[in-house]
């Protein structure tokens, strides 16, 4: 099992930016394709990004396309999910997550889960 942290929310006003991270030990990330879900409070889970074990295609729910970057560095076992020009909707819970299959990932399946990180947007 690989288990994964994230980092880098925290309260941004509307139209600005965060990075979030998530760093991955035990596995290397290699070996994973990756993504990005959120929860907002009193919304299921849903998915936002995803990448490839190679990081050669990405994936992105249609209310963050254009606007949210997936991005992997296996050397530093890490995927980032850069989020520009944020609205007060992207407020939620973020969580990192790995699957050995990316349409696991795609799909909401993914086996391995971070503990996830807040997002708050204020207007």
């Known amino acids: 099992q690989v288990q994964l942290v994230e980092s880098g929310g925290g309260l941004v006003q509307a139209g600005g930016s965060l990075r979030l991270s998530c760093a991955a030990s035990?596995?290397?990330?290699?070996?994973?394709?990756m993504g990005w879900f959120r929860q907002a409070p009193g919304k299921e889970r849903e998915f936002v990004a995803g990448?490839?074990?190679?990081?050669?295609?990405?994936y992105y729910s249609s209310s963050v396309k254009g606007r949210f970057t997936i991005s992997r560095d296996n050397a530093k076992n890490t995927v980032y999910l850069q989020m520009n020009s944020l609205k007060p909707e992207d407020t939620a819970a973020y969580y990192c997550?790995?699957?050995?299959?990316?349409?696991?990932?795609?799909?909401?399946?993914?086996?391995?889960w971070g503990q996830g990180t807040q997002v708050t947007v204020s207007s």
């Open positions: 997550a790995a699957d050995m299959y990316t349409n696991r990932v795609t799909m909401g399946t993914p086996s391995n």
């Open positions: 035990g596995r290397t990330i290699s070996s994973y394709a």
């Open positions: 990448i490839s074990r190679s990081g050669g295609s990405t």
